[in-house]
């Protein structure tokens, strides 16, 4: 017994009863992922949206056998496929209003193309060429991000700066399962619930952080499972099923619009190519798991579906796949010409005013680049 207690100062009383601030319930994800093509609810879908769907899902499988080539060939430094996750890149461009913003990360090219932004210029910092490759306020995407989930934090801060101003914008911000590991995805999320900023984070667990399988970054039930932690609503969805993730994701989106906060969904996929052209897969993974992904492709689920609704024909098939083909050939054209680069850019877009430090390095080059032409200039050569 303390002193205190001896002199009757102190008189302990029971804690009061504690309750959740939130009741996790409703926050928690379905057992298995929500899937709508296959199932009684597919009849409900908009043919409209299964055909806009199914265009932009061939377009980029398209998209993605000509920038592995080009790879190949030399003309991109690298290329990260989405080859197998097509229909999470294209729902998540489709499920955004033109006011809203996308946050990729580097291997969602896709999606950034389906916003709207030039194939060519989507592809330029994969090229190495210049800083970003398009301006992010046309279209409302925000730089390709290399470094892992760094993009999360930054979604975060623009959706609540939006709803601080009255903007009506909701960020979409996605995110592989390896970047699920990174202190960004934390911060982010807790940040977004704290302050219910209008954000939605798509996960894409494609089975693996470059070589490391998921079972080795998480012993959690899914990565949905940690939305609960933060408390906001977690969703598991099928990846793979283009009509399943946009209704999960248009949902999440119309929740933050209106006021509800964020929301984080995890969509079940596959990384069928390797990480970029300079890994190797088949040394982390059997060939086995991969045609066994390779019967729940996104484009062929798409395809049956609306085939078996009379929706699509062998004519709509043919005018969608030579769409895509006119794309593929004006993307291997445009990029097989060489780039017209200026060092002088280095320094442009640094700063919105220029360092003095900048300033004197630009005057520097400017110096050494004029001396070099004068040099060639007077090379009796």
Request: proline letters at 7%.
């Amino acid at each position: 017994m303390t002193v205190m207690e001896q002199r009757g100062a102190y008189r302990p009383s029971p804690p009061p009863a504690w309750q959740p601030r939130t009741d996790p319930a409703p926050l928690l994800p379905d057992a298995e992922p929500y899937r709508v093509l296959g199932t009684d609810t597919a009849a409900k879908a908009d043919p409209e949206l299964l055909r806009r769907l199914y265009a932009q899902v061939v377009r980029g499988r398209r998209y993605n056998t000509q920038a592995t080539a080009l790879t190949k060939q030399g003309r991109l430094a690298v290329y990260p496929s989405s080859t197998g996750q097509e229909a999470c890149e294209v729902a998540a461009a489709l499920a955004l209003e033109e006011r809203d913003w996308l946050f990729p990360s580097y291997r969602d090219t896709l999606a950034v193309v389906a916003r709207g932004v030039d194939p060519v210029e989507t592809l330029t910092l994969l090229r190495g060429d210049w800083h970003n490759g398009y301006d992010p306020h046309t279209h409302h995407v925000a730089p390709l991000s290399t470094p892992l989930a760094t993009q999360l934090p930054h979604a975060v801060g623009l959706a609540h700066a939006a709803r601080l101003k009255g903007d009506d914008v909701v960020a979409l911000a996605m995110v592989g399962d390896g970047g699920t590991s990174e202190g960004d995805f934390h911060e982010a999320l807790n940040f977004a619930a704290v302050w219910q900023a209008p954000v939605v984070f798509l996960v894409q667990n494609n089975g693996f952080a470059i070589s490391v399988p998921l079972a080795k970054q998480t012993a959690a039930p899914s990565l949905a499972h940690k939305a609960v932690g933060y408390g906001m609503p977690g969703r598991l969805v099928d990846g793979n099923d283009a009509v399943a993730v946009h209704e999960v994701l248009a949902d999440a989106v119309r929740r933050a619009r209106a006021g509800g906060g964020p929301t984080l969904v995890e969509a079940v996929t596959y990384r069928m190519e390797a990480h970029t052209n300079a890994d190797d897969a088949t040394r982390y993974r059997e060939d086995d798991e991969v045609e066994a992904w390779r019967r729940h492709d996104p484009l062929q689920l798409l395809e049956r579906e609306l085939t078996a609704r009379g929706l699509l024909d062998e004519a709509a098939i043919d005018a969608v796949r030579q769409d895509a083909e006119a794309m593929a050939a004006d993307l291997r054209e445009r990029m097989n010409q060489d780039p017209r680069l200026d060092p002088m850019d280095l320094f442009d877009h640094v700063y919105a005013e220029p360092t003095a430090q900048l300033r004197e390095q630009r005057a520097l080059l400017g110096t050494e680049l004029a001396a070099e032409q004068d040099d060639q200039e007077g090379d009796p050569r």
